[in-house]
């Protein structure tokens, strides 16, 4: 529609700043100092839900950080969309890598650089924009509806009950998500699921203080080298993990859908110049695509123990740390990987030492079919907007509700990201590209259109 | 002698107060932002050199800190005695776990606590107190010079060129130390000799930047995991150290001396109960004794990669750090096991992944006899003050410059420390008991009387 295209070309400026000043504030969901920063931009998107043209939204409590809920109902015989985002943010460390001030928005080379550009407030406020878009050019064909979180990098711990306590206001015919990326502007693309996760974290403890190195070592175990141990025996000479039970649950991709996720383009020379790497790593036998799509994986996000600060310290610490996470691919579960991960930790444990594992938070793996109303009508959208039908690829990150609002809603969810692989997300100079913000404000309503019209 | 005991009874309150102002000195050698600390507590040296009765007294600068040296001259025909001992300190971190503030010492149950008390304020403070004493009751029997550093703790690298370019003023007939401990009050003892060191940091890195841990892992090295790998291949499955080349130099002990060490009384039960551990760890075929000893070690000081913050980042971090140091026995050298050490990080790390290797410090071991003029009067002044014969024991710690001084100066380096192993050095709550403090100014004064005797 011309009129969509026309109205975004003359409030492009203002689309921006309005994104920018979200930007601007530092909800870091996982740091306590930010409770304040974080009903602060609640208040701030229920603000823009109702400048949009909600009829109503409001700002609701949970025991952690607040919910915020919209809607704009137009004709209750209509199809209802419930747009789901978050409007919480990884934390920022390490701040030195940062090139501007993670909330200090900066526009360079047609990109926004700020956390939570791309992950998720720029990418759910296209859906506030593209509201605004069809309320002002009276083109809305659904009811719509917004449940932005602000617990999502924590894994949702609160939103479960408020689901569940909150089924009629949510009831909708459709999920939309925009929180994943595509392939790249000419390869569009649409995740058809998204991976679970268990987050656990590791506390080795050798002696009951810190000792000196020359005088203990070698007599008293030191607790970073069991946990170095400990992390080196997850994974064998192919890269396989070797915790006993990991893969039990794995549903084995079909060769016809390892041929069609193969079948996206890859160029493994300009992914590696990209990343600065001149060898891939993985599971033997998989290709990137598959690592990161339909196998699951262990990494370790943090390590730390002893003398980390300037010049030598010959200490033999008392403690070691590690933050360690599994992705899950469908069938798995993350209560039951949770357990095992915490279980192959103590168990492994020499008994030198002690050791402390416990869940940070995890999620379930959700996958999405493709011949569904809500598929079939972003699949459409995408190629009205970019020219190109998309490709299904299955997304690498993890939405922990995802499992729960399906179960809960009774309702299917489309992944529609408008990210790209390489916007820096969870790391410093996180970006998102302007033209794909515009892009995103540009074909979401070709899907209500078209999802309306099925 | 009983004017000795008189003057430190009459003076022990004093003496006390003294070395607690210099406790309060901040002297981290390690950082930079204590430079000025460091220049301080050197002059507060100097003072109490000359206070105490030294006829010259100086602070020498070095390209790093400076040097403190006195003297107190009395007869060219008498041997001289050079008393080493360092001002500088380790880091303090983790403070969180130290019960009053490092630098504000406190007094409880009879012990000091304070950054420095035992490691090395505390101690080499006895030898000025010891001079105060001798000279205000006329009873000096030798020359006395002094040369405490204020880099021991990052491994000297300025006092080797000090040392060589003043051999006549340093000249001395035996070189005496108080920077190490006995096994208790009630079976004192010696150490024979300190062990080497070499200390080097890895750093792995992996992608350029961080990375979403969903979107890359499992395609990408994590150089936590790598690191972790390396540190753990450092080891066999009976603590043996698996680097190629580490052993080779090695002394090998005699079975008399492995008997000697073995005779010295050591309770397993209580050593385990003090650490708080359950079992110890170590090479198979070693008692406690000979791995802190006469056997090389390799400890992890440090690591540190990825979000060590509060909650959960799902971050594939870029780069990975460890501190890593070796202790070295007779024989080995610091230079080609810091070589060893650095090639082997370098040889192992896979395509995936870079890593960098280098020096902090590193020292030499060093070993004394115990048939020598020295050994037998530090031998006799224990005996004398302790009613008992001291144990000749293997310390399990470095003192960097002791291989150099013998080598430089052409003298035996005596060890007559007072700490105990539970002071805990290089570790939060350092303490040093004040009976030990005033025992080392009591046994000191001995050690100059045998040694003008023999």
Redesign the interface.
């Known amino acids: 529609m011309q009129a969509w295209k026309d109205y975004r070309d003359k409030n492009k400026d203002r689309f921006l700043e309005e994104m920018l000043d979200l930007l601007r504030i530092p909800s870091i ?4 100092e930010h409770k304040a920063d974080m009903l602060k931009c609640a208040e701030a998107v229920k603000k823009s839900l109702l400048d949009a043209g909600c009829d109503k939204a409001e700002v609701i409590s949970t025991p952690g950080h607040p919910v915020v809920y919209g809607e704009k109902m137009i004709d209750a015989s209509k199809p209802t969309v419930l747009v789901y985002g978050h409007y919480d943010v ?2 920022v ?2 701040l030195a ?1 940062w090139h501007s001030g993670p909330f200090d928005p900066v526009i360079k080379d047609g990109k926004v650089f700020a956390r939570g550009s791309a992950d998720d407030k720029g990418q759910f406020y296209m859906h506030v924009k593209a509201l605004e878009t069809m309320v002002n050019t009276h083109s809305l064909s659904t009811n719509i509806k917004f449940l932005i979180e602000g617990e999502e ?3 949702s711990p609160n939103l479960g009950k408020f689901v569940s306590d909150n089924k009629e206001r949510l009831k909708a015919d459709v999920i939309l998500i925009s929180d994943s ?1 595509m392939l790249s502007m000419e390869n569009p693309s649409l995740d058809t699921g ?2 679970g ?1 268990s ?1 656990i ?1 590791v506390e080795v403890t ?17 607790p ?2 069991i ?3 400990m ?5 064998d000479e192919n890269n396989h993990i070797t915790i006993p039970g990991f893969y039990d649950d794995v549903s084995v991709a079909t060769d016809k859908e390892r041929e069609l996720l193969n079948a996206a383009p890859f160029d493994e020379k300009e992914y590696m110049d990209e ?9 033997k036998g998989y290709t ?1 695509y598959e ?2 799509g339909i ?1 699951p ?1 262990l ?19 008392s403690k ?4 360690i ?1 599994a ?1 899950l691919v469908p069938n798995q579960s993350s209560e039951k990987i949770t357990d095992i991960l915490i279980n192959y930790f103590k168990s492994i444990a ?4 002690t050791v402390e594992a416990e869940l ?2 995890g999620g379930e793996p959700y996958m999405t079919p493709i011949d569904s109303k809500g598929y079939k009508a972003a699949s459409k959208a995408v190629e009205t907007t970019f020219g190109k039908t998309p490709i299904p690829v299955r ?4 939405i922990p509700i995802c499992s729960l609002l399906e179960k809960e809603l009774n309702t299917k969810i489309i992944f529609m990201g408008f990210g790209l ?1 390489n916007d ?6 996180e970006k998102y590209n302007l033209e794909n913000y515009y892009k995103g404000i540009e074909t979401i309503p070709y899907f209500h259109k078209y999802f309306a019209e099925s």
Do not use: F, M
């Open positions: 969901s996982a740091k306590t990884q934390p460390e390490p890598l990098e924590i894994g990326s998204v991976r996760l987050y974290e050798g002696a009951n203080r810190d000792l000196h190195s020359g005088t203990y070592g070698g007599a008293v175990a030191n970073i080298t946990l170095a141990q992390i080196a025996s997850c994974h990343l600065g790497v001149t060898k891939l790593w993985g599971e990137t690592r990161t196998r994986t990494e370790i996000n943090g390590i730390w123990g002893g003398y980390t600060g300037e010049g030598a310290k010959t200490v033999l610490p070691a740390y590690a933050k996470s992705r020499p008994a030198s030492v940070h938070h997304g690498g990150g993890s692989d820096n997300l969870h790391s410093p100079n």
